[in-house]
């Protein structure tokens, strides 16, 4: 068993989902304590690793855990300014003592506004009992549910008016060398357990201090964020820069702790000829064989057997695809991936939600072009309960009862059941029943928890996102499945993520179709993998040969383009996927290659084959012209 590290949390209700998960925990011994408290812990030695607020990291050398944070997008509750008379008008402000970023951003708020009062620190109960006339009083944690006063000014409201991005309070902050990887493995693990039991913890908190579970419930999953991705990173640095530009804190650099966990396995010794031969004929590749044909197979040959086993499940020359459309509902989301180029935060100048209007001319227009499905997928978004689905489903139906609706990747429907408080069963037959037909599999990335915790460490874990899929499988829906690779994972997660897939395959039965994609890095703060043609053409035929149960692979012809995708067709594809009327996701991160019907049977044509429609679960609706 591994020495456990000494932690100190703060231990206000919005610190809960990130310390719940370690009560037990067999590598971390957890302190809990005010936010001021855990800093002095922190420099002081006494513990190793703390969740600080921002301005501690003033105090000493230290390294953030990556990916995980306390912040809001907006109205916060729980940090504010609060007086008798307008703050125009204060000349002193009383500073509750629990925690020095809350200070910092009091005075930011306040100086944008022109005002420029004393400061002084005071226990929040005795300033806000003095914040009388021209004096205020700042508030944080707790304290701040039960503030009545006739002028009350919320600090992260006034902090994304001012500057239209997150604003982050608290972080795991580490001495430096003192956390290893899996540290961050394990709180990763515990954050993601905790945001699964927020209702649990908010009923917990209501029962301990009183007050209304739902309200603090709703504070949990509306108010608070955990995610440090771009957006709440670039929300980071405006604040530390404003902050020293105004000298009420010196410049600050941010470093991270290096989270990959280096695992080493013993590989066997594997032929590659040998390995090749059994996947071009179809027999079963173990995890070894694949991973040594992933790193040492030349492309060619790879393609070969790849090409080889294509056209044994599908004889002649027939290549399929969908007249469909990618509408994207909303992009507001709270994972915070690091490499989405295309979420925005709650209340962010370019957030939406689509409105039926917009989304009347986005269908009218598919059908119109032949089109006879929608992929609707969107972000996380925190005010979107399964009703709102529901509606929607519903109206898409009886509008379009043509229509096959392909709807919500697995962390949606996740998402969907954890903020409805729902079981994932009860929220799948309430979603089928309103009118979703198949699930896309979106959100997949790497099916590996050791890359996952990396790029998306708020995102549903391997386990969860398998779970959905297999309880939609068992309720008869079809699905599709998916891999975006390129993200710094090495063969071992990439071959990983195949066999999770191979073997969820030989239970359900449920995937359509498999699809891979490399990382597209502009606009994001993750950087790039190799996104070449060659390691496309490389993944995706390896993905023939180790996928034996899953009857079609798709051409990425959308991150890739068409020539590409064109030599994907002689290595393992017999699917040139969808007519791209709309795109967002992908276009967001710098690619924007687009087809119409004529143009993609056309580069069909031109590979070698004949186009033919199909529908999501490969029925033909249409052959086309040789």
């Known amino acids: 068993m591994p020495k456990k590290i000494r932690a ?20 971390i011994e957890l302190v809990l304590a005010e936010p001021s408290r855990c800093a002095a812990m922190l420099e002081a030695g006494e513990v190793d690793l703390a969740l600080v607020s921002v301005a501690a990291l003033t105090k000493g050398q230290y390294d953030i855990v990556p990916g995980i944070a306390i912040g809001a997008d907006g109205p916060v509750q729980t940090v504010v300014l609060a007086g008798e008379q307008s703050p125009a008008i204060w000349d002193e402000v009383f500073l509750d003592t629990a925690s020095r970023t809350s200070h910092v951003l009091a005075k930011l708020v306040l100086d944008a506004m022109g005002v420029h009062p004393k400061f002084t620190p005071m ?307 309430r979603l089928v029943a309103a009118g979703m037909d198949s699930i896309p599999g979106g959100g997949a990335e790497i099916l590996d928890d050791e890359v996952r915790r990396r790029i998306a460490p708020l995102k549903c874990s391997t386990d969860e996102w398998l779970t959905v899929m297999k309880a939609a499988h068992l309720k008869g829906l079809k699905s599709t499945a998916t891999m975006m690779f390129g993200v710094g994972e090495g063969p071992e997660h990439r071959v990983a993520h195949l066999m999770r897939l191979r073997e969820l395959q030989d239970e359900t039965h449920g995937f359509t179709a498999f699809i891979c994609w490399p990382f597209q890095s502009q606009n994001t703060r993750l950087e790039p993998g190799d996104g070449s043609a060659h390691a496309y053409l490389r993944t995706n035929a390896l993905s023939r040969l180790v996928l034996d149960n899953v009857p079609n692979l798709q051409a990425s012809w959308v991150t890739m383009g068409g020539g590409v995708a064109q030599a994907a067709l002689h290595m393992g594809c017999n699917d040139f996927g969808q007519v791209m009327i709309e795109e967002n996701v992908v276009s967001a991160a710098g690619t924007t290659f687009k087809m119409d019907s004529e143009e993609v049977e056309r580069h069909i044509r031109d590979a070698g084959f004949r186009a033919a429609r199909r529908n999501m679960k490969y029925q033909l609706v249409e052959e086309t012209r040789a």
């Open 8 to 27: 100190a949390a703060v231990s206000f209700l919005n610190a809960w989902p990130l310390t719940a998960g370690l009560e037990g925990s067999e590598r």
């Open 123 to 429: 226990h929040a109960d005795e300033g806000l009992a003095r914040a009388r006339g021209t004096k205020g009083a700042l508030v944080i944690g707790d304290r701040g549910f039960g503030v009545r006063a006739n002028h009350v000014l919320d600090l992260g409201r006034e902090w994304t008016r001012l500057i239209g991005l997150p604003m982050i309070f608290a972080l795991w902050a580490a001495r430096p060398g003192a956390v290893t990887p899996e540290d961050v493995q394990e709180l990763t693990r515990a954050a993601q357990h905790g945001l699964g039991i927020r209702t649990e913890l908010a009923q917990k908190f209501a029962a301990q201090k009183g007050g209304d579970p739902e309200k603090y419930r709703r504070y949990l999953t509306q108010k608070i964020r955990y995610g440090l991705g771009p957006y709440e990173l670039q929300g980071l640095e405006a604040f530390l820069e404003r902050a020293a530009a105004k000298g009420f804190l010196p410049p600050m650099p941010l470093r991270f702790v290096d989270d990959v966990v280096r695992t080493r396995r013993v590989r066997r010794a594997v032929s590659v000829d040998t390995a090749l031969q059994k996947g071009a004929d179809g027999e079963r590749l173990d995890a070894d064989e694949a991973a040594t044909l992933d790193e040492k197979a030349p492309l060619l040959e790879l393609g070969l057997a790849a090409d080889q086993r294509r056209r044994a499940l599908h004889p002649g020359d027939l290549v399929t695809y969908i007249v469909s459309r990618n509408v994207n509902y909303t992009n507001v989301c709270t994972t915070a991936c690091h490499f989405c180029a295309f979420y925005r935060p709650r209340g962010h100048q370019e957030s939406y939600v689509l409105t039926r209007e917009e989304l009347t001319q986005k269908i009218d227009e598919t059908v119109a072009l032949g089109g006879i499905e929608i992929l609707l997928q969107g972000g996380l978004h925190p005010d979107l309960g399964v009703e709102w689905y529901e509606d929607l489903f519903r109206w898409v139906k009886q509008t379009w009862p043509v229509i096959n609706l392909h709807a919500l990747s697995p962390e949606e429907i996740w998402h969907i059941a954890r903020t409805s408080e729902l079981g994932l069963e009860a929220t799948i037959d």
